[in-house]
């Protein structure tokens, strides 16, 4: 088995694109206790990758195809989201669809880079996160999952090798 433990970046005051200082203390209780990871990846955004940091993991990667999306997907997809929303929007198939479509592809490609037994970190960005936890598990229960994500909040899906079979919702205490 082989593990994604993907999350949602931390805190940050807008417009900034960096981390508040609450973000880096939030980032950093999240963790405490966490890893080791085989691999490391974020946004290429930097409220992503300075979570990464504060958590206390290099990161090996930055993926701009987790920094955002469309005006067409973001039409599809109420704001605030919420995850049934994300849900509905991902099974109509159209923008949301296809990218949740994509973002799963390269979750499957993140987990066989690395080794059986292995865990991977990704942190990305709010609603990315729903679209790729929905895509590797298309079937399951997701209002079992509850609310959206918060900052650092996340999923971390099992991979048996071929298949991503089940996922751990990852909450703050």
Known sequence: MRYLEIRRHSMRVKPGKHLSQAGVML??????GRGPFDRVVTSDLPRAFETAIAMGF??????KDLASFDDEV???????ADLQSVVRAV???????????RLSKLMHSLAVSIPDGGNALVITH???LELCAIGCLPEADHTSWGATFDY????RLSYDG???????????S
Do not use: H, W, Y
Not at 91 to 101: E, N
Not at 152 to 155: A, D, T, Y
């Open 27 to 32: 980032a950093r209780r999240t963790g405490e």
């Open 58 to 63: 290099a990161v090996d990667e930055q993926m």
């Open 91 to 101: 099974r109509r198939g159209k923008a949301a669809g296809k990218l949740s479509k």
């Open 152 to 155: 650092c909040e996340g999923v």
């Open 162 to 172: 071929s298949r991503f079979t089940s996922a751990t919702i990852l909450r703050n």
């Open 126 to 128: 709010g609603t990315l």
């Open 74 to 80: 973001d039409a599809e997809i109420s704001n605030p």
